[in-house]
């Protein structure tokens, strides 16, 4: 393809993207208020259990439009996924190997479902989060929570959570890529659990010990997976090297 013809493309791939977006935006605005109420009922719960009052406050004239356009644009992202994801692969695919199109397939058929089970645990243990923070005031104090910094919140715990899912992906990328071995995967195990265990400790509650093992257990089981891929990945290009050697050895 020309130069031209590559614009046109990209072109063609970036208004079927956005196009996408707009719908889940709307799709989103109807929902927002909905979404709404469940980042709302949190805050209830720190009335119920710290016995303080606790309250969403919108500070400025705007504020409740702003948070309602934010919401249908997170929203309109994640439901619009497939949409925009579809379009950058068939914009690449084109220039890519064969082998290069299995990985990125794998890439993706992985990555997107790790990620939206991921942005599920988040807001699983948004509750928790929340009321555990907020509990380090001192009594006798009101949670006044500004609508704007307490979605960010939100946003990045549920957005975190998402990627520390996929990272079990990139540790395949990396072993696939001759950067990481299985063999350094699997030594590395005691410090992936340490650190799984100290991010979901965080992440939750020290009391809620349940919600700390509900995230904590498909991060591990993650972990591993990946490295028994990469273990069958680095065993087929050890028999493939030892062919290889015995043919050209004869």
Not at 25 to 52: F, K
Not at 63 to 74: E, G, N, P, V, Y
Not at 83 to 96: H, I, N, S, T
């Amino acid at each position: 393809m020309s130069l031209g013809a590559h614009l046109i493309e990209l072109r063609k791939r970036l208004f079927l993207a956005a196009l996408g977006l707009v719908i889940g935006m709307v799709v989103g605005w109807i929902v927002s208020d909905v979404v709404l109420q469940a980042l709302i009922h949190p805050i209830t719960e720190i009335a119920a259990e710290q016995g303080r009052d606790a309250s969403l406050n919108f500070t400025d004239i705007s504020s409740a439009f702003d948070l309602r356009i934010q919401i249908a644009f997170t929203v309109g992202v994640v439901i619009s996924s497939p949409v925009w994801l579809y379009q950058l692969w068939a914009f690449v695919m084109p220039g890519l190997k064969k082998s290069e199109k299995r990985y990125a397939i794998g890439f993706l058929a992985s990555a997107v479902p790790l990620f939206l089970a991921g942005c599920a645990a988040g807001w699983y243990v948004l509750p928790h989060m929340v009321v555990l923070l907020t509990g380090f005031a001192p009594e006798g104090t009101t949670a006044l929570l500004t609508a704007r910094s307490y979605f960010d919140f939100v946003l990045k715990l549920v957005l975190v959570i998402g990627v520390a899912f996929v990272l079990p992906v990139f540790l395949v990328l990396l072993n696939v890529a001759g950067v990481l071995s299985a063999v350094a995967i699997l030594k590395s195990w005691r410090i992936a659990i340490l650190a799984i265990t100290v991010f979901t400790a965080i992440a939750t509650p020290a009391a809620d010990v349940m919600s700390m093992f509900l995230l904590a257990v498909p991060m591990v089981l993650l972990y591993f997976t990946a490295a028994g891929i990469a273990w069958l990945h680095d065993r087929r290009v050890r028999r493939a090297q030892q062919s290889y050697d015995v043919e050209w050895a004869v």
